[in-house]
């Protein structure tokens, strides 16, 4: 079965500071893909960052990074130069040639302080 | 401009009485979801489909049905609303169901609120 971990209900980071939210994942299938999303206080979901599971390397949108360690089974989204802005809550993804399933993760209220 | 729309964006409703939450895609789309979100569960899959006339069960399908006609329209139906379906609804499309490359990256509609008394 597919399983989606997000172990930090919250988080905060100072301004201008990087923060990592940790992402890990439970799958048998060989072929998936990881996903991020945050979600404003205006509750949208804004895609951030995809990494395939034959992907060599780590994923990288602007400041968002995403470090994949395949053996570990983690998808740890980096949050480069916080800003004010980044304040939302974070979710994690996984979606697996096996269901065509979509999981999620609970998710991780990341607070940005000034 | 590429979007996925849903209506209504807020809703009240009283126990059993059927509605119905519209979702469109203008992307050709072959996938399309919808999911409820709860505090603290995150986001749950209710329906999936992998294109026309194909549709699938996601993790928490019960009291609700889908169809899909055509390729950008995917609604979401309540035939006896109770209020533990009390929720925020998303739906979601993407270029195909599992794939590499980034394919099968979701793009979420703005959601729809729906409380049932």
């Known amino acids: 079965a597919q399983k989606i971990t997000q172990t930090q209900p919250g988080m905060f980071v100072q301004e201008k500071e990087a923060v990592t939210l940790d992402c890990t994942y439970d799958?048998?299938?060989?072929?998936?893909?990881l996903f991020w999303y945050k979600q404003p206080s205006s509750g949208e979901m804004i895609f951030l960052i995809y990494?395939?599971?034959?992907?060599?390397q780590n994923a990288t949108e602007g400041r968002y990074s995403l470090n994949f360690q395949k053996a570990r089974k983690s998808a740890n989204l980096v949050i480069s130069a916080s800003q004010l802005g980044d304040s939302a809550m974070y979710f994690c993804a996984l979606t697996t040639s096996g269901t065509y399933k979509y999981i999620f993760g609970t998710g991780t209220r990341l607070k940005v302080l000034a | 401009e590429a979007q996925v729309t849903q209506n209504p964006r807020y809703l009240i409703t009283v126990t059993g009485k059927k509605l119905t939450v519209t979702c469109s895609q203008n992307?050709?789309?072959?996938?399309m979801s919808w999911y409820r979100q709860d505090p603290g569960l995150g986001l749950r899959q209710i329906y999936y489909s992998m294109n026309v006339e194909v549709t699938d069960k996601g993790d928490v399908p019960e009291g609700y049905k889908v169809s899909r006609k055509e390729k950008r329209n995917f609604p979401l139906i309540l035939e006896s609303p109770s209020p533990n379906q009390t929720s925020l609804y998303f739906c979601?499309?993407?270029?195909?169901?599992?794939?590499?490359?980034?394919?099968?990256?979701?793009?979420f509609g703005p959601g729809t609120r729906l409380t049932v008394l």
């Open positions: 979601a499309s993407s270029l195909v169901g599992v794939g590499q490359g980034g394919t099968d990256t979701q793009y």
């Open positions: 799958t048998s299938d060989q072929s998936y893909g």
């Open positions: 990494q395939g599971s034959y992907d060599e």
């Open positions: 992307m050709n789309h072959e996938y």
